[in-house]
């Protein structure tokens, strides 16, 4: 006998409902071309007017995503545009003080008068600081704090609240290899970033069943403005020492995690932490 698809799932789903079985979703497989697309998708990439965010933004940019590139710098930002557009890509510049609940509405306003939509958020704005602990200012601690933890807090509030209510979305935010064990010299930023990760999965499960994935990314050691005043030759040793790659992450590496997160190739993962590091969290003695 010859069974529709259509037909078999609703079936099937009918059936979960009388009791009679679980209800099944069945999908047939995509290529996987059209599983990673982003084709008629937008992103609004907090801190894409930075090294890793922005090589993130064009790897989704690439993928058919219209991009809302978020951060301060104008000058930055329009190398980022120029770049995606050389690519055929579609971007816009929105400057906002993310650490700001006001100016996070307007963001998300903008956004979808633009756009009309929104379907993912990147949260990597963020800064780092090597101060001893003795000497950690209040001024620093809150400064790390408010960016890299609060803004987060709030840009999930306002664009995670807009995913729940149109019942889909996926959340990315940036964590680090210091959220999972902490590294020494960064306290502050160590602090912040273990949050992001427990943040992360709190929404995770809070709003799996309204369709809204929230996934932490998490970098090893890639060079970029917010680590270059740690990266001295000593950190360096000891970085390759525990990387059993014995290199440095390149910024395009994490393009591939972005768009398995981004795409419905991820679409039963969340609450994850998905780890691009050169084996940095795996090694030992």
Not at 169 to 180: C, K, R
Not at 182 to 208: C, D, G, M, Q
Not at 219 to 235: D, M, T, Y
């Amino acid at each position: 006998m010859k069974v529709e698809r259509g037909q078999l799932v609703r079936e099937l789903t009918q059936n979960g409902r009388a009791g009679k079985l679980p209800a099944l979703r069945i999908k047939f497989m995509k290529a996987p071309a059209e599983l990673f697309s982003l084709k008629g998708k937008v992103a609004v990439v907090i801190g894409g007017t930075g090294v890793l965010c922005g090589e993130m933004a064009e790897g989704m940019a690439a993928a058919g995503a219209g991009i809302a590139l978020v951060g301060r710098d104008t000058a930055k930002a329009q190398k980022r545009l120029d770049s995606i557009a050389k690519t055929g890509g579609k971007a816009e510049f929105f400057p906002c003080d993310t650490t700001s609940k006001a100016g996070l509405q307007k963001l998300l306003a903008d956004v979808l008068a633009k756009f009309r939509r929104v379907d993912i958020l990147v949260n990597g704005a963020g800064v780092n600081s090597p101060t001893p602990f003795f000497d950690i200012a209040e001024e620093e601690f809150d400064k790390i704090i408010t960016v890299n933890l609060k803004g987060v807090v709030l840009a999930c509030q306002i664009f995670g609240g807009h995913m729940v209510g149109q019942k889909s979305g996926s959340i990315i935010n940036v964590g680090s290899a210091s959220g999972l064990t902490p590294l020494s010299r960064v306290f502050t930023y160590s602090a912040s970033k273990a949050a992001i990760h427990n943040l992360s999965k709190n929404l995770a499960r809070e709003w799996a069943t309204a369709g809204v994935r929230v996934n932490i990314l998490v970098p090893g050691f890639f060079p970029a403005e917010q680590n270059r005043k740690v990266l001295n030759p000593e950190r360096v040793a000891q970085i390759m020492g525990k990387t059993p790659m014995k290199r440095f992450g390149e910024a395009d590496e994490l393009v591939g995690a972005t768009l398995l997160l981004a795409s419905d190739a991820g679409s039963f993962i969340t609450g994850a932490e998905i780890v691009v590091d050169g084996g940095f969290n795996a090694m030992s003695i």
